[in-house]
């Protein structure tokens, strides 16, 4: 599965991981990013952030739409830059400052051991943008 994500200052983000449902195959799924904005700057912010889930207090994750996570990493945008992770790691993209006018711009790659999980996110992906 391959994709282009642009964002701009007003874009709304929240963690995620991999559309895929089936554990088994998410854990043989990467992420490929590459960052395309030229002359990114750092406080024009934009980063790749990671989290980890938080769980209930009795070690069970909280409801779909519930979730909690906690913040462990943030990559920042760099023209070039190459970033790869597991599709399990909650992510999200950090949008661009308000006073960005621009967009940032990421070339984004789902690389999986078998075919599956890209027909399966293609197939979703396909009934989402009917549904609407």
């Not at 711009?105 to 789902?110: G, L, M, S």
Request: hydrophobic letters at 35%.
């Amino acid at each position: 599965m391959v994709g282009f994500s642009l964002l701009v200052g007003t874009d709304l983000t929240k963690p995620h991981i991999a559309k895929i449902h089936f554990f088994f195959f998410l854990q043989h799924e990467y992420t490929f990013l590459m960052y395309l904005t030229p002359d990114w700057e750092a406080n024009n912010y934009g980063e790749t952030a990671f989290f980890e889930e938080v769980l209930t207090k009795d070690g069970t994750p909280f409801p779909p739409g519930k979730q909690q996570y906690e913040w462990i990493a943030s990559v920042r945008p760099r023209y070039g830059r190459i970033v790869i992770f597991r599709g399990i790691i909650p992510h999200s993209a950090r949008p661009p400052s308000p006073g960005f006018s621009g967009a940032r711009y990421t070339f984004a790659c789902k690389v999986s051991a078998t075919s599956f999980p890209g027909s399966h996110l293609y197939l979703e992906r396909t009934l989402e943008t009917r549904i609407r």
